[in-house]
């Protein structure tokens, strides 16, 4: 099946740094891939989608300046948190579309972010 | 987008059949039905499809009403490992579409 990985698997990070989280497909070529967001409790929130060689599309009320993401290849895409803060912790998850298997989405392990 | 409606969660016994039910009254003509379920701290994992006829896999079944406006993901025989988040989402078909993911049902499987 398809397999899609996240490093690191989980971060702590000081106020004030940033934090690049990276998330891969493993074997199948991603043109389009999504970052999710989840709190404690709370189901996931889609915060931006990224394409391959373009500008990733954020959702409203998304900063784009504090989350870069970088799609530099069809099987790699990065979030950047920069100058986290305590409310930027939270469940990072992202998923890979699938062209080879209708479009169909497949889930990294996410990324857990603290930071303190 | 197409809205999805859940019970927030159900219960089931180990061994025993789960029949989860989703609704979906304003479907559209184009709107895939995909289930997805997320085990604790984990990233959500596809469990199946379907647009019209039931559809069966390794993991799963799932029953879609002749309207469409409702369906219902059955896990033949719960185990422990089943209990997790399960997300009942809409899809538009052939597009790279996002998921808008709801509240799921937390399912609960007991010895």
């Known amino acids: 099946g398809a397999v899609v990985s996240q490093h690191p698997s989980w971060v702590i990070c000081k106020s004030g740094t940033s934090v690049k989280i990276e998330c891969r497909s493993l074997?199948?070529?991603?043109?389009?891939m999504f970052w999710y967001r989840q709190f404690p409790k709370q189901s996931l929130m889609l915060m931006a989608t990224s394409n391959e060689g373009s500008k990733a599309t954020y959702e409203q009320g998304v900063e784009k300046d504090k989350f870069l993401i970088n799609h530099a290849s069809l099987t790699l895409s990065t979030l950047t948190v920069t100058s986290a803060h305590p409310e930027d912790s939270s469940f990072y998850i992202c998923s890979a579309q699938d062209r080879g298997r209708s479009n169909e989405q497949y889930f990294g392990p996410g990324t857990r972010l603290t930071v303190t | 987008d197409a809205k999805t409606t859940q019970p927030n969660s159900m219960e089931s016994n180990e061994e025993e059949p789960v029949h989860l039910p989703c609704n979906h009254s304003?479907?559209?003509?184009?709107?895939?039905i995909h289930w997805y379920r997320q085990l604790p701290s984990q990233g959500p994992e596809y469990v199946i499809h379907g647009l019209t006829s039931n559809v069966n896999n390794r993991m799963a079944s799932l029953a879609i009403a002749e309207d469409r406006k409702s369906s219902t993901l059955i896990l033949h025989r719960a185990t422990l490992r089943d209990a997790a988040v399960y997300y009942c989402i809409l899809r538009p078909h052939g597009t790279a579409s996002k998921l808008t993911f709801g509240t799921g049902t937390r399912l609960q499987v007991t010895l």
């Open positions: 074997d199948f070529q991603a043109t389009t």
């Open positions: 304003t479907i559209s003509g184009t709107d895939y």
